[in-house]
């Protein structure tokens, strides 16, 4: 079976996703990302596929330059744009907030037309939810476990230094965990609406991916501010990586892909 592959090479996670020659999803991995993203990229590659079955595979993601075994290296924009698109024909735009950055992508017809994105600052990122967390003693993968739903708390610090010390104040006022974390992620939510600016023209879907997307509570807090729906695809941390792999079957489905690593996909 012939294959073409999709690596998202990211902050915290490297994701892999492999589809046919219609463009059927056959496999698809993920592994936490290490010092040594090439590394973690080749080594899920090599357990996820067979060489002589990948017609050709594009990298994506922070460290795409990196990946000397790709083909070629595709920017995280297009390739979420590419990857929402297939799956709702009908985006006009994506919120994506990853590990370390996030990023608001305007479409027309399923193709970029602008975009804006925060990557120098922890406010609006998975990361900053991470930290959160951790001073409140929860873990974001079981917030939907945590009892109690009480109203969020007003967190107004976006530096991450800051608005720990502003949590543990309010958890000395006697304010529940919950309620504080939940002012976290409205935090997080309301720093991403401001990134984004004017919304008036916004037509179609608003899909909201990344490793965040999966994080429970986080939709709810976006919708809230931004006073429109969401739609989230079924795995929202995979969508840059099956937008690489369907531009991997755009250029490789043309023809045979060579067996040197450092050749691009044949044309």
């Known amino acids: 079976m012939r294959m073409y592959v999709g690596i998202d090479a990211g902050s915290r996670a490297t994701k892999l996703v492999a589809v046919d020659a219609d463009g059927t999803v056959v496999r698809h991995a993920v592994v936490d990302q290490t010092v040594q993203p090439a590394v973690t990229a080749k080594e899920l590659f090599d357990a996820t596929c067979d060489v002589s079955e990948v017609g050709c595979c594009i990298a994506t993601g922070h460290a795409r330059n990196m990946l000397a075994f790709a083909d070629r290296a595709v920017t995280e924009i297009t390739c979420h744009a590419r990857g929402c698109a297939s799956l709702y024909p ?27 994105m925060n990557d120098r600052c922890a406010a609006g990122t998975g990361r900053f939810l991470e930290v959160m967390a951790v001073r409140l003693g929860m873990s974001l993968a079981t917030l939907r476990d945590v009892p109690g739903t009480p109203p969020p708390v007003t967190v107004s610090s976006m530096c991450v230094v800051f608005a720990e010390t502003e949590v543990i104040g309010l958890l000395a006022t006697g304010a529940p965990p919950t309620a504080i974390m939940r002012g976290v992620q409205r935090a997080v939510a309301t720093r991403v609406v401001a990134m984004m600016g004017e919304r008036g023209r916004l037509q ?59 050749t691009s996909c044949s044309h």
Do not use: W
């Open 204 to 262: 179609g879907d608003l899909i909201f991916t990344g490793g965040v997307a999966q994080v429970y509570g986080m939709k709810e807090e976006l919708e809230s501010v931004l006073g429109c729906p969401l739609r989230i695809p079924e795995m929202p941390q995979f969508t840059g990586a099956l937008g690489a792999a369907l531009i991997a079957l755009a250029e490789g489905g043309k023809g045979q892909r060579h067996n040197e690593r450092e």
């Open 90 to 116: 009908g985006a006009g735009a994506i919120i994506e907030i990853g590990g370390q950055d996030s990023k608001f992508i305007r479409l027309r017809q399923g193709r970029v037309h602008d975009f804006v």
